[in-house]
């Protein structure tokens, strides 16, 4: 049992492994986070910066090849059931399981925590009106949009009101007011309480939602902190000059792209960085 | 009482299957049982009436008797190597379903069991509802129907496994073909269904009994028939049940998870 009261504690994570031509790659490597009680954590990155095998090994998916993660104080690697039953996860694939209609997939989901079929019937219901699929509840997977999948998916993560919710890219793809939709969703859950890890490679979702953001690059976290406070840092500037195209310079206020971008040596343009 | 966790969580996981199967009940009927009764009416009833009687082994019986009791067998193989392959293919690769309830409380390794068994159940109760029709039609006495059930399911069970270990290693759905046409089909033509293997060259009796089926079949019409019991066919099948299990569970946990 780890003494600290975050609800989310990762420490020292590493995560190594053989790719398919069988050189070693290191995913992760020696990250330590953590996220409280209602705080939106941020771990932002592009694709392949290590964002889901950190997820995969918080939810205990993927062991760790080094240090622990601790989900309400419970080590999801030695007490994985302890650990999941306060964790709630998204996965960035799609991962709805499409023998079962809407509301039926949300039950079946409660019954892997345990969650007596009565209960379960009222938090889904209740989810899916939250969510805005009420009218779909009987319909089939395969007749639902990408953005209705897509909060079928952060619903059925919320089924078993966890303490820790884990979401992988949950916009990527989504038109903006299905995008807008579940900001909403994610600002009531953290007011509610509950400890947000938001993966994305957005930065403006990034910097609208969280609390706190890790820049992650290349499996190692470059630096952590607010949105305000990273920008003020690695920018103080109040304005930055982009060439958005051959001869055309967009004047405008700095952002955590900007920092992103300076921070892992990138410039793409971007002058006063 | 509170169930034990881990027995709770391979009976979730059967459960969801079973939920699944009876949601779509009028397709998985069609699709398990009709396949091993189109063999038995095909072989049993036709080829069956104009062989009419065999002698094997000392025993004199009808070859329809015969053929029931060799569908049974391949029923399980059948059953249990389909739904452990392309089911579990399907259920790994596109629907994701493993990765989903891994997550929650219910762990990999238990998800894994809850596949092994519910794929042993489906090919287990197939093979009985033949056994079943061997018994109307007067081929099987009633008993027969219980006493192979711990064979018919522990032959599922390794089946599904031999499916399961070929859904880990194969890296596309096309490649689940490779173990059906180099194992699976040589198995249903040579390890006995159609004929006693004592009918074939030594050398391929010795390649035969290599094969889990043939001592699958052997049970079998031990059980059904009164045939003479094969010692080695029980050490044979339990050796590749665990090897196959192991190896199954293995070769789904190398593929997904890193």
């Given at each position: ?27 992760v ?42 989900v ?5 690697h ?9 964790l ?33 019937k ?107 406070k ?18 055309v ?21 971007v002058?006063?960085? | ?43 049993g ?5 104009l ?57 990999l ?28 039609t ?21 089946f ?99």
């Open positions: 049992m780890n003494p600290s009261s975050d609800p989310l504690q990762v420490v020292h994570l590493s995560k190594r492994y053989k790719s398919r031509t069988g050189s070693e790659v290191e995913a490597s020696d990250i330590s986070f953590s996220v409280a009680l209602g705080e939106c954590f941020g771990l932002l990155g592009p694709n392949g910066a290590g964002k889901s095998t950190t997820i995969q090994c918080i939810s205990g998916f993927y062991p760790a090849s080094g240090g622990e993660v601790f309400d104080g419970h080590n999801v030695t007490q994985p059931k302890q650990a999941r039953r306060v709630g996860v998204c996965n960035q694939d799609e991962t709805l399981d499409s023998d079962f209609k809407v509301l039926d997939q949300l039950i079946l989901h409660a019954t892997y925590f345990r969650i007596p079929k009565p209960e379960a009222k938090r889904a219901g209740e989810l899916l009106e939250r969510f805005g699929l009420g009218e779909k509840s009987g319909e089939n997977i395969e007749n639902l949009s990408g953005g209705m999948k897509r909060r079928l998916q952060v619903a059925r993560a919320l089924i078993s009101q966890p303490c820790v919710l884990v979401l992988d890219e949950p916009t990527t793809g989504l038109d903006p007011d299905v995008r807008r939709m579940l900001w909403e969703v994610l600002v009531q859950s953290r007011s509610e309480g509950v400890a947000i890890l938001l993966c994305t490679h957005y930065m403006e979702e990034a910097e609208r939602l969280c609390d706190r953001v890790a820049i992650l690059h290349q499996g190692k976290i470059l630096d952590v902190d607010s949105p305000e990273l920008i003020a840092k690695h920018i103080n500037r109040d304005e930055v000059e982009e060439e958005v195209r051959p001869g310079i967009w004047k405008r206020k700095p952002n955590l792209e900007d920092v992103y971008l300076k921070l892992t040596g990138s410039r793409l343009g002058e006063g960085l | 009482m509170r169930i034990p966790d881990t027995l709770w969580s391979i009976g979730c996981v059967w459960m969801r299957y079973y939920s699944a199967f009876m949601k779509s009940l009028l397709y998985y009927l069609l699709t398990t049982f009709l396949e091993p009764i189109f063999y038995l009416l095909s072989f009833l036709g080829v069956g009436a062989v009419g009687n065999i002698t094997t082994e000392g025993m004199h019986m009808s070859y329809r008797s015969f053929i029931f009791s060799g569908i049974i067998a391949q029923t399980v193989l059948f059953q249990g190597f389909f739904e452990g392959s392309y089911g579990a293919f399907v259920r790994m690769y596109y629907q994701k379903i493993f990765q989903a309830i891994a997550i929650t409380p219910i762990t390794s238990e998800v894994l069991w809850g596949e092994l068994l519910w794929d042993a159940t489906k090919a287990t109760v197939a093979a009985e509802v033949v056994g079943l029709i061997g018994v109307g007067g081929d099987f006495t009633p008993h027969c129907l219980l006493t192979l059930l711990p064979v018919c399911f522990l032959s599922a069970f390794l599904s496994a031999m499916g399961l270990a070929t859904a880990g290693f194969s890296r596309s759905i096309d490649e689940l073909a490779y173990p059906q046409y180099l194992l699976v089909f040589p198995m249903f033509l040579f390890c006995g269904v159609f004929y006693p293997i004592e009918s074939l060259p030594d050398v391929l009796q010795k390649v035969a009994w290599f094969f889990p089926l043939t001592s699958v079949i052997s049970l079998v019409r031990t059980l059904t028939l009164g045939m003479p019991f094969e010692p080695q066919a029980v050490p044979l099948l339990l050796v590749w049940l665990v090897v196959l299990v192991a190896v199954a569970r293995r070769s789904m946990f190398k593929r997904l998870v890193k």
